[in-house]
Structures are given as C-alpha cells and as structure tokens.
C-alpha cells in the first residue's frame, strides 16, 4: 500500500492535538492510514459486534487499556465513547493520544460540539488524489478516471470497476443510510442517486427531483443530507459577495468520486465516457475532486465557489486562498478555444478586489498563457492546488 499525501499532516497534528479525528467515506482509505502512520498503536474496530459491546458495556476499562495510545476506527457506530475520550485527555493531554476514523458525520459533529471541541485535529480523506494514482501509473487520461475513479481497493487489487461500484452501493445502502435514516422504499432511492449523477455539475433543483423520484422535496432535502454526510456528494456553493446583480444562489451538487457517478449512469466504458452528453460535467466533476482532496491533504478546508449570473455569465470554480480569489474554467477539450476564457473576462470585469488574471484546465497536452490566463491540463500537473493558489507558479508559461 502506498503512503498517502495526507500522511504528514497527520503526523503534525498528531504532535498537537490529544486526538485526531480522520474523516471522509467509506473505503477511502483512513483504516490503512491511521494504522500505517501508528504502526505501533492498538488497533481497535467498533464495526465489530464484540469489541462495540465491550466498550458499550464498560467505557472507561476499554479506554484505559490504551494507556499508550489507540487507535479507534469507525466510532461514529459507538459516539458515547467520545464523552469518556474528553475526560481522558482532559487529565493527560498528551498529543496524539487517540486516532479516531468516521465515515459519516452527523452524530461525530454533534459529539465534538460537546466533548472534544478544542481536543482534536479533523483532517478529510478522500479516495486518491492523482498525484498517488501516479504511483501505480504514471500516466492517466481523464475518461480512464472517470470510468475507474480513484477508490484505494480498486487500484491496488486490480478491480473491475463495474462489479466494485455495485458491491460499493450495496454496502453504503445497506450499512450508512439505513443507520442514518428510515428508508421505506429502496428503489426510490437508488432512482434518486441516479437521477442525482444525470444533474452532475448541475445546479440543485429539489422541486425537479420531488417530481421526478416520486417523493416530497423534504424527503429530497434530507436524502440529500445524507449524501453530503457520507461523503458520497459534496456541493459547491456559489459565490455572490459584494455583486449587486442578480446571481444564482442554488449550490451545484458532485459526487466525491466520479466513478460512482459513471456507474450510476451506466458509463461502463472509457468510450462511452468520451462520446456521452455529460462529457463535460463529468470532467468538470474529476478536476473539482482532484483540486479538493489538494488542499483537504494538506489540511486545508478549501474555500471554493462558482459563480453565475442572470444572464447566464458563468465561472466553473472559483478559488479563495491567501487573501486572493483565482477564477478556473474547467473544459474537457483537448483544443484550447478563446471562448475558454470569456467567463473569466467578465469576472475580471466586475471589478472585485484581489482577483487573478486565473486559469483554463483543459484536456489539451500545451501549457502556456494568453492574456495572462494560464491555460494547463491538471492531470499533467504534479499538484494542481499549489499551482491554482501560487502566484508565481500561475504566471508561468
């Protein structure tokens, strides 16, 4: 298994804090991390039946029986647990004293609002970034990815993509939703993750949906939530500061791994993913992630947006970092074309402070600038975060 990038922030915040806390979704990777960077740690699973009752059934013996540091994996299954974890660092805050892993949110959130807020470093971990793809391949074309997505197991074990994601979803249905809320009607709901993967890149229209799986907008509301809890989707909110003109402020919606989205799709072929209609917004899906999990393996919580107008005036993603705002057009064309950067020109025009000339991410082999627009394919670079939020590196050709 190959070390992963997020591996040395761990390690740092490993040295400050009493406990850190790994999150991201299932199978992304955090038990072969934690276990990994603290080889020399107990290791504990609260997805077993026997070691969870043992816990439930007497905290503080369990606990005080990693006097040296442990490591407890999936412990949103037992979140009791993190009151007793408060009062142990509470009396010894040693750095480092426990890893803890989640793979959904909701109860973990609420738990360390009241307990170990102030006591944990949270770091996100999500399936491999391309720069860890690359240990396996030096190379990768964007439908290759966006047929396999970037799931560990998958590319360690040589995995057939299609019968992976299948087994993927009937586990996450089985396991995560069903302990996160009531589901009545299994079908409507894998209707829905489907009909969610078609509005991939897309702005979220919950009224569309009610309509179209058959269920009220609240039902829609709230599985959506648990999408977003799970890590399964995450949103990318638009950006209206400071313009007085009338923006669209509905999130746009992606999935973790756009994999998943593929296979929802029934893409099961590169081919297929290279002639679909949703070419475009599939890309724009893969770049989004990869530039995400840049900044998440850093520990960074990337502050990103996208913005568009009532005319239709658009900018795919929008970058907050250091003080300065980057706009990125994301095309799945191999051919550079002026029109790329018509949206960033009308953002420039808008007279916001601290803007950058920003960049066009493109499918082509070519790097270079025009009109101070670097022009770049992000699966050629070797970190795509650090060259979107360095000035320097952005006006190179």
């Given amino acids: 298994m190959i070390t992963r990038n997020i591996s040395e922030e761990l390690v740092r915040s490993a040295a400050e804090y009493p406990v850190v806390t790994v999150l991201g979704p299932r199978q992304s990777g955090k038990t072969m991390l934690v276990q990994m960077t603290f080889a020399d740690r107990q290791y504990f699973s609260l997805e077993d039946p026997d070691i969870r009752t043992a816990a439930e059934a007497d905290p503080r013996g369990f606990l005080d029986q990693m006097e040296d540091g442990g490591i407890l994996d999936e412990v949103q299954r037992l979140p009791a647990l993190l009151s007793y974890i408060q009062g142990i660092v ?8 426990f890893i803890l892993t989640v793979s959904h949110q909701p109860r973990l959130h609420e738990a360390i609002s009241q307990s170990l807020a102030g006591r944990t470093a949270m770091l996100t971990l999500w399936p491999f970034s391309l720069p860890e793809l690359r240990r396996y391949k030096s190379r990768w ?6 047929i396999q997505g970037c799931f560990p197991r998958l590319h360690k074990e040589g995995l057939e993509p299609r019968r992976f994601f299948n087994s993927y ?17 299994l079908a409507q709901f894998q209707k829905f993750l489907t009909l969610l993967a078609g509005r991939v890149g897309q702005i979220v229209n919950l009224a569309s949906l009610s309509n179209d799986v ?13 999408l977003k809890a799970t890590y399964v989707v995450f949103e990318l909110p638009p950006f209206f500061e400071n313009i007085r003109k009338r923006v669209i402020k509905s999130p746009k ?24 209609p949703l ?50 057009e994301i095309k799945s064309a191999g051919t550079f074309s002026m029109e790329f950067v018509k949206g960033l020109e009308h953002f420039q025009a808008l007279g916001l ?17 025009v009109h101070g627009v670097s022009i770049l394919n992000p699966l050629l670079a070797e970190d795509i975060w650090e060259i979107l939020t360095s000035p320097v590196k952005q006006g190179e050709s």
């Fill in 353 to 369: 402070k601290r803007v950058t000339a920003g960049m066009v991410l493109y499918s082509g082999e070519q790097r270079f600038v």
């Fill in 169 to 185: 979803m009937q586990t996450y249905v089985e396991r995560d939703v069903r302990a996160l809320i009531q589901l009545r009607d």
């Fill in 214 to 226: 058959g269920v009220s907008s609240t039902t829609i509301r709230n599985w959506l939530s648990v």
């Fill in 141 to 146: 074309t964007p439908f290759e990815l966006i």
């Fill in 90 to 97: 509470d009396k010894d805050r040693r750095p480092g004293r």
């Fill in 279 to 328: 070419r475009g917004n599939l890309y724009e899906n893969l770049v989004i992630a990869e530039i995400v999990k840049g900044a998440l393996n850093k520990g960074i919580r990337p502050e990103i947006y996208f913005f568009r107008d009532s005319r239709g005036n658009e900018v795919d993603l929008l970058i907050r970092e250091k003080g300065e705002l980057t706009p990125v």
């Fill in 253 to 276: 919606i992606y999935f973790t791994d756009v994999g998943l989205a593929a296979f929802l799709l029934g893409i099961h072929t590169e081919e297929q993913a290279f002639r679909d």
